[in-house]
């Protein structure tokens, strides 16, 4: 193994060590595969030092194989009636492996998936559309109006049509980042506000207005301290009061730059909510801007899928499941509906792990329980999520 600087590394590189930011989030793993995106990241997030096995990974592979098949070619070495037995052991424990195999598939399929060029395509137009985000916030923030706007959101837009609905989830799903709590999570919100524009059938021209709200909608976090607003643990009552006054710092920053009232308003309201208990100002559902409301609600999904210094993500019909249980007092009727409908459709189908380890595939979503589907594991059997008697199971991850 050897360990080198950020500026030393060379694509195809094979890691050897865990790679950790600062703050304890892990953006790669051993084994993977060093690509010209992994490397923009490493130095976007300071990384210095990183520790690679080069190029001595093929080999070693290579070696591995030939060494297993040896003992199947050894067979003709029978010269005591015991090796009988012994081929019949292995019976049993070949069992396990196919289960573990399972669990396997289940990790590495995020790792597969950021071994594809439709991916690394993906993160690179994905690193280019924060980019651009952070340099149109330091501009509007500098006095720029919104006819600056016109090309963000033409990248953006350019980035949803690249991919399907399941295909950006997925992808979103591993782009997910603890160190960049303002302009990941800004684009997040935008592309996901733009599917729930589509779902809604809304005219081109107000889908462009309702994305650029959703990339807009926390340009007022860039004025709260940095200490608060990258604090790992719980804040104190001062410090998210401060937190709390980044919408109206928002709606300040916008207001008197040519932005649609649409964008201000969701700036300033996307953490109202229907039944009184949001904030700046407690507003009740008929008093909160529909765009607001649409921003409300994708902010608040990419959050919980996000992971948190206090807990992993949640999958998508964990994230469903909490929606079900208070969304439809907390959030527009008529946009949640729409937009947990079309969320558990997207993953019908999808391949599943329940929270006994167990795999399997979503056959049929159930329209009055969205997050509780039936299910036909690998063995075969089916489960309807909803009956009673199933009430311990849920859906832990997506595979």
């Not at 093929?58 to 037995?85: F, G, L, S």
């Amino acid at each position: 193994m050897i360990t080198l600087t950020v500026d030393n590394l060379t694509p195809g590189m094979i890691v050897a060590s865990p790679i950790v930011t600062k703050r304890g989030q892990t953006i790669s793993k051993p084994g993977e595969k060093l690509t010209p995106q992994l490397i923009a990241k490493l130095s976007f997030y300071k990384i210095d030092v990183v520790t690679v096995e080069g190029q001595a990974s093929a080999p070693v592979d290579t070696d591995a194989v030939a060494a297993k098949q040896k003992p199947v070619e050894d067979k003709p070495e029978p010269q005591n009636k015991k090796a009988e037995p012994e081929k019949t052991e292995p019976p049993k424990p070949a069992e396990k492996p196919k289960e573990e195999s399972r669990v396997s598939d289940q990790i590495t399929y995020s790792q597969r998936l950021k071994q594809s060029s439709h991916f690394q395509k993906f993160q690179s137009d994905y690193a280019l559309n924060i980019a651009n985000l952070k340099e149109h916030f330091n501009s509007i923030i500098a006095g720029g109006n919104a006819d600056c706007c016109t090309d963000l959101l033409e990248q953006c837009e350019a980035l949803f049509k690249s991919k399907t609905t399941l295909e950006l989830f997925d992808m979103l799903a591993n782009m997910r980042n603890l160190e960049d709590p303002i302009y990941s999570h800004s684009l997040n919100v935008g592309l996901i506000a733009r599917c729930i524009g589509k779902w809604l059938h809304l005219s081109k021209p107000d889908l462009n207005t309702l994305t650029l709200a959703g990339l807009l909608h926390d340009i007022g976090k860039t004025q709260i301290p940095e200490e608060i607003l990258n604090k790992p643990g719980k804040y104190t009552d001062e410090e998210f009061a401060t937190m709390k006054t980044h919408p109206l710092l928002g709606k300040k920053i916008l207001n008197g730059k040519g932005f649609d009232s649409r964008i201000l308003a969701a700036t300033l309201q996307h953490h109202e909510r229907s039944d009184g208990s949001g904030y700046p100002r407690g507003l009740m559902e008929d008093e909160i801007d529909d765009f607001a409301a649409i921003i409300a609600i994708a902010d608040v999904y990419d959050a919980m899928t996000s992971a948190r210094a206090h807990r992993d993500p949640l999958c998508s019909f964990q994230v469903i499941n909490q929606f079900e249980k208070d969304g439809l007092n907390k959030y527009h009727t008529k946009y949640v509906l729409t937009f947990l409908e079309h969320m558990a459709n997207t993953y019908n189908n999808s391949r599943i792990m329940l929270n006994t380890a167990k795999t399997g595939r979503v056959v049929y979503i159930n329209k009055s329980d969205l997050s509780r589907p039936v299910i036909q594991l690998d063995s075969g059997d089916i489960i309807n999520l909803s009956d009673n008697k199933h009430k311990d199971l849920y859906i832990k991850s997506i595979l």
